[in-house]
């Protein structure tokens, strides 16, 4: 489909570097379209996850992380070539069986599909044509593109998309009919708790994370080393030790030393309370 263009010079969506043939319109379409799976994950996904942060949808990106997981495991394991009209593109130092574009669409394509079939979650709102005149389009296109660019065969997007159908069925199983269960509890507690807040979640979690991690301990260390560095640079400092790098490397850490003691307090203090109290120490 692209060979009809194998001389002609070559220009880049810069977003991801992703090439067509100067002058081919449909070319030009067909690149925005392969860069789909991009705009969901950091349109869709992140700002979902900043103003709503449904479960559903956390474990319906999570399933999708899974999926490419697997996908890179394949292709490692499996190492088949992309066609020859990739090394036209410069940009094809990975193998291509099977195709990440396609499955990622396919999987989202197919969880889409069985949310708004059994209304669940997000799309419970939504109309099932939808799904059909936008998702499914868009992961066909998707396909498409990624064979029309020459950067996979056509057995490597269908491969891609059949194992995407799959793992998104599958995903959505493993969700719906065992992970749901534990929905409650989760909403229930300190992070589910927390969602009427747009960042309260996440500093749940951080601090949560940091209790779990005994966080004194690693404060107590984070300070012996502090120590350790400031007094060796000040002894470079006044000439009695010799150190790589020498005064240049000592000195942010002879200005954070002015400050060291009160960041100490800070964090010591308003960190050791919240471990302490409240529901994230319990």
């Not at 999926?67 to 593109?89: D, G, H, M, Y």
């Not at 059994?118 to 939504?126: D, E, F, N, S, T």
């Not at 891609?160 to 959505?172: D, E, P, Q, T």
């Not at 000195?251 to 960190?271: A, D, F, K, M, Q």
Request: charged letters at 15%; proline letters at 3%; a neutral charge.
């Amino acid at each position: 489909m692209s060979n009809s263009h194998a001389h002609s010079p070559l220009k880049a969506v810069t977003l991801t570097h992703v090439r067509y043939h100067r002058g081919d319109q449909l070319g030009h379409f067909l690149a925005w379209i392969s860069l789909v799976p991009v705009f969901i994950s950091l349109g869709g996904f992140i700002s979902h996850f900043i103003f709503r942060r449904e479960l559903q949808v956390t474990f319906f990106a999570l399933g999708l992380l899974i999926s490419q997981f697997i996908n890179e495991i394949i292709k490692t394991s499996v190492q088949q070539a992309r066609p020859e009209t990739c090394a036209l593109l410069e940009m094809c130092d990975s193998h291509g069986w099977p195709s990440s574009h396609s499955q990622y669409m396919f999987f989202f394509a197919v969880y889409c599909t069985l949310l708004t079939y059994y209304k669940i979650g997000i799309l419970a709102r939504k109309q099932l044509w939808v799904v059909g005149l936008l998702v499914w389009p868009l992961a066909i296109l998707t396909m498409y593109s990624r064979v029309y660019l020459g950067y996979h065969t056509v057995a490597q997007v269908f491969a891609g998309a059949a194992l995407g159908a799959v793992l998104g069925g599958g995903w959505f199983w493993v969700v719906n009919s065992l992970l749901r269960f534990y929905f409650p509890a989760i909403e229930e507690s300190a992070f589910g708790s927390s969602q009427d807040d747009p960042y309260s979640l996440t500093i749940v979690g951080v601090i949560s994370l940091l209790c779990l991690a005994d966080f004194d301990l690693r404060l107590k260390k984070l300070g012996k080393t502090f120590d350790h560095q400031t007094g060796r640079c000040s002894k470079i400092e006044q000439g009695s030790a010799i150190g790589e790098g020498g005064e240049q490397q000592c000195v942010p850490w002879l200005r954070l030393e002015s400050h060291w003691e009160e960041i100490w307090n800070y964090l010591h203090t308003g960190v050791g309370r919240l471990c302490s109290s409240g529901p994230v120490g319990e």
